[in-house]
């Protein structure tokens, strides 16, 4: 409830005023983000669970990802439809949602393999992600676009750094350590206010229940299931990264994947809806999963 307080205020805000969610993205993204990144791998060991992350979020990826086409074929679904279940469904909120949520609920020793999840859940976004919104179009593929996206996200360079100072244990002066401990501070509540706001902007209209349906239940309860088969597979039982890879994998459909289906034209109402209904339903789904780990 005090993360939903947190996103309610969002939402307030974006129905009350026109804001750009463009440039309150781009700000989260490109300043937050990375000073929150270093932050957390500068001040946390790495060990080798993080190869562990990598695989686990790879596997859930691309298990949602076959079952959806798989249903899909089944289905008979249209092209578009087909590109616009794989946005909705193999995506999930790893970052302004799960992030706060394992912080909150999990502490701090869990917050840096979120972080991790969410730094892959948005190289396979802005790779994968941008691929199958472009392919689902009728327009030509912009491959490069996507390439050039990734290598351009500064969150990166900030992780690589970060895991460089901590490896060779190099130590910021006290002043600039204050700041990107504060800037870091401010990432977590900025980018849920703008979560909120990306959901205000979402109008349900007229919905394909079927494919919602498949959608909400893939989302929110197949995908940690394939979480907990993975951790059952590892021997990764009763361990912190157990927790956090169940808890991130029943995210709701990430808010990202709206902006790519408006941008084109892949089916942005049954898109918009999921990630609507899925964040609306997590908040039953995820107390339960909580009960589970």
Do not use: C
């Amino acid at each position: 409830m005090p993360i939903f307080s947190i996103f309610i205020i969002g939402f307030i805000i974006g129905k009350l005023k026109k804001l750009s969610i463009d440039s309150l993205s781009y700000v989260a993204l490109n300043v937050f983000y990375p000073f929150l990144a270093f932050n957390t791998f500068y001040t946390n060991d790495i060990t080798v669970e993080f190869l562990y992350v990598f695989i686990a979020i790879t596997f859930i990826v691309f298990s949602t990802y076959f079952l959806i086409l798989i249903l899909a074929k089944i289905f008979k679904y249209n092209k578009k439809r087909k590109h616009a279940m794989l946005l909705a469904g193999v995506f999930m909120n790893g970052g302004n949602y799960g992030l706060p949520v394992v912080l909150f609920a999990l502490g701090e020793e869990s917050f840096v393999y979120a972080m991790m999840i969410m730094v892959i859940m948005s190289i396979y976004m802005n790779t994968i992600g941008l691929y199958i919104a472009a392919s689902g179009t009728d327009e030509d593929v912009p491959k490069r676009e996507a390439l050039k996206k990734t290598i351009k996200m500064p969150i990166i360079p900030a992780i690589f750094v970060g895991i460089l100072f901590q490896l060779f244990n190099v130590k910021l002066p006290g002043s600039i350590e204050d700041t990107v401990s504060f800037l870091s501070d401010a990432a977590i509540p900025l980018i849920m206010i703008v979560l909120g706001i990306q959901l205000s902007t979402i109008a349900i209209r007229k919905i394909a229940v079927k494919p919602v349906v498949l959608l909400v239940v893939i989302r929110l309860i197949v995908s940690p299931i394939l979480a907990i088969l993975f951790v059952y597979l590892f021997g990764l039982n009763d361990t912190v990264l157990a927790s956090v890879l169940i808890i991130i994998a029943a995210m709701p459909t990430a808010a990202n994947t709206t902006m790519f289906s408006v941008k084109y034209r892949v089916e942005p109402e049954l898109v918009s809806s999921t990630t609507l209904i899925t964040t609306v339903l997590s908040l039953i789904t995820l107390p339960v999963w909580f009960l589970f780990v």
